[in-house]
Nanobody, 132 residues
């Protein structure tokens, strides 16, 4: 299974970027995986950004990005996206997408999306740099 994140780059504060993460694998069934985005800023620990359940019915966003970022998914194309608006300097980080198999909530609870161990597969990351 491969998760390929793309769409990162350099953007001015207040601008927008759209990250995408494509999933592939001969036996990978994208539609049964919850998908998440995490980020890691220089010198900091990786943190949760947003997640979406396998059906797309429920989404979760970290307080730091609520109202600015929106996660979505296209199960037909095996893609999860993160629309990032009103970017701030603090949003500078490497952004990672990750896949959590259906049923993670039974093991990790209703906040499964916050827990890195609930994610089975991780992408390589894409760098987002926000400049002043």
């Amino acid at each position: 299974v491969q998760l390929q994140a793309s769409g990162g780059g350099l953007v001015q504060a207040g601008g927008s970027l759209r990250l995408s993460c494509g999933a592939s694998g001969s036996t990978f069934r994208f539609s049964i995986y919850g998908m998440g985005w995490f980020r890691q800023a220089p010198g900091k620990e990786r943190e949760f950004v947003a997640a979406i359940e396998w059906s797309g019915d429920s989404t979760y966003h970290a307080d730091a990005v609520k109202g600015r970022f929106t996660i979505s998914r296209d199960n037909a194309r095996y893609v999860v996206s993160l629309q990032m608006n009103s970017l701030k300097l603090d949003d500078t980080a490497v952004y990672y997408c990750a896949a959590s198999r259906y049923g993670a909530a039974s093991k990790y609870g209703s906040s499964w999306y916050l827990t890195e161990p609930s994610y089975t597969y991780w992408g390589q990351g894409t760098l987002v740099t926000v400049s002043s």
